[in-house]
Each structure stands twice: as C-alpha cells, then as structure tokens.
Nanobody, 125 residues
Framework: QVQLVESGGGSVQAGGSLNISCAAS????????MGWFRQVPGKERTGVAA????????GYANSVKGRFTISQDNAKHTLYLQMNSLKPEDTAMYYC??????????????????WGQGTQVTVSS
C-alpha cells in the first residue's frame, strides 16, 4: 500500500509558476511509476507527466512539454511538478498517482493503483 498526499496548489496569473508536491508513504521501498494527472469538472482525467523511481527519463503530455518539469527526491519519497508559463487552460485539479513497475502507457489513469486527494491549480487570465 502507498499513500499519496499532494500540496502546493493555488491561484496564479497567466505566465506565472507553481510547484506542487506529492509526499508518498507506506511501501516506498519498491520502484514505482509516479505520475501527475489533471481533471476539470465534466471531463476525463488526463496524464500530465510521469517518471519511474528507478531509472529512465520522464514522459510529458504534449500540452505541457517545455513548460512543466517532473522530478523526484527519492530520499524524501516526494514527487514534484514545476509548472512554468502557466495558461488558463492549465486550470484543473491535479492528482498524484503511483503504480508498481515501469511507466509504459503512463498517460492512462486506469493503469494506476494509488491516488492522492488532489490539489487545485487555478490560472487566471
């Protein structure tokens, strides 16, 4: 079992930056695919970025490439998402997710086992 708790969301103007975090606890000794997803009311949850806690490069949705950076501090069992050049369309509830194993097909939320409660990000124009 893995527990995930997000923090760091908030409101920012377009062009601004936010850094959100996800603290993991529980069975953190194994390697996981860790991902960030986002969802707006009435729409499906979509993948934003993912990274494997073992090795390998991250994956990003096309809509955030060059603006968002996913990173991890394995010693602290914490996942981060640095979001720069934010746009109003980035407004959503952001969720942290985890699953055992590699990050194949990482953008599909149904492939993830553990989820945080979400943190709201609001970008105003």
């Amino acid at each position: 079992q893995v527990q995930l708790v997000e923090s760091g969301g908030g409101s920012v103007q377009a062009g601004g930056s936010l850094n959100i975090s996800c603290a993991a606890s529980g069975n953190t000794d194994s390697n996981y695919c860790m991902g960030w997803f986002r969802q707006v009311p009435g729409k499906e949850r979509t993948g934003v970025a993912a990274i494997y806690t073992g090795y390998g490069g991250p994956g990003y949705a096309n809509s955030v490439k060059g603006r968002f950076t996913i990173s991890q501090d394995n010693a602290k069992h914490t996942l981060y998402l640095q979001m720069n050049s934010l746009k109003p369309e980035d407004t959503a509830m952001y969720y942290c997710a985890a699953r055992a194993g590699f990050c194949g097909a990482w953008s599909e939320p149904t492939r993830f086992t553990y989820w945080g409660q979400g943190t709201q990000v609001t970008v105003s124009s």
